[in-house]
């Protein structure tokens, strides 16, 4: 049998009791802990912003906890060493210094009644600008700019595009029957609660052009899947047959839907257009077939399964036939999730009495255990395939944990005031 999680969240027996994309502020915003950083940091100076000291220092505040929450650089004193994107930088100082690198940037009004947020980087050692650029924003939306600075710093030196800009869901309980489903910033400020509820919320899950959340609601009596337009609040539902409706997944063009029903008897997995219309049985075995996820190519799904015995992850093609096993260390592998490349499985593994997450390199089928902690659940990629973020238990409180997909670099996510879980991170978007 399945254990209590995976019914959970297979079939998706849960209520929302009242739904509306209302946008308000949160009460309460995810703070961040690090808890671990890569081996080979890179050496990074980033000056204070010159400017409007109280605009400029926001500014300067995001770019420098964006790079350094990444764990991938050593942040290097500036004190004492003022100088904007139009300054010439004092190499020398700054090499004593130990910098590699430089950020140096001002901000100031844009002439339309908006704020021009400018920066430039240096490469310290050939004594040459590497990049600069200009972002033009409300002061409301200072720390966005902040972001994209933030992500362009972290392109150019990394080589990978950076996800400061991005978004993440997730679900807050607070007291013994309010539900939030949230949305925030990846460094979880600027939180929105985009649904309230006196029963819980599973299973969001974002399509892939980042305007759209589906997910299972109870509102009225009976599982049902919906996708509900973040910029509009409209709804529409897409699965709701008798028995359970639940575990949506969205296929990476944002046409079509994996969802599990058991309308014709037990979990089996279908594939439904995301209007709702043209639903299609993908999997016709006994037992409990849940948590479908597309391939990053969209040709094939993964999916738990304990067709075998005990839940494992399988493998089929978007058109049916004969599943193939993923997993086989261990007796307990569940809730699959495929990298943005294709390359990685990551996936909730049963080890020692506790339930961590783990990853598998597709290609040569290595499996690396990346959490010390027992209760992990939920995973979900980071848009560039470098963190993984979860749900996991913390001195019995639940919390989000981000992991790289080495295990080097870790991050804790948690509000005071409530359990977080149900994470979600949102695609790349233009």
Known sequence: MLRPLLKLRGLSLIAFSTLA???TPAQAELTIEITGAGANRIPLAIAEFGGDAGVARVLTSVVRSDLERSGLF????TTGAAMTESTTPGYADLKNRGADA??????GPSGDGRQEA???LYDVNKQSALAGAAFVASTPMLRAA???IADAIYEKLVGEPGIFSTRIAYVVKSGANRYELHIADADGQNAQAALKSREPIISPTWSPDGGRLAYVSFENKKPVVYVHSLASGQRIVVANFKGSNSAPAWSPDGRKLAVVLSKDGGSQIFIVNADGSGVQRLTASSGINTEPFYAAD????YFTSDRGGSPQIYRTGVSGGDAQRITFDGSYNVSPRISPDGKTLAFISRRESGFRLAVMDLGSKQVQILTDSSKD???TFAPNGRMILIATEIGGRGVLSAVSIDGRIKQRLSIPAGDVREPAWAPFTN
């Open 21 to 23: 994309l209302l946008q």
């Open 74 to 77: 050593k942040l290097i004193d």
């Open 102 to 107: 430089l950020a140096a940037g001002s901000i």
């Open 118 to 120: 400018r920066y430039r």
């Open 146 to 148: 902040g972001h994209r």
């Open 298 to 301: 969209g040709q094939s799904i």
């Open 377 to 379: 659940e939920s995973p």
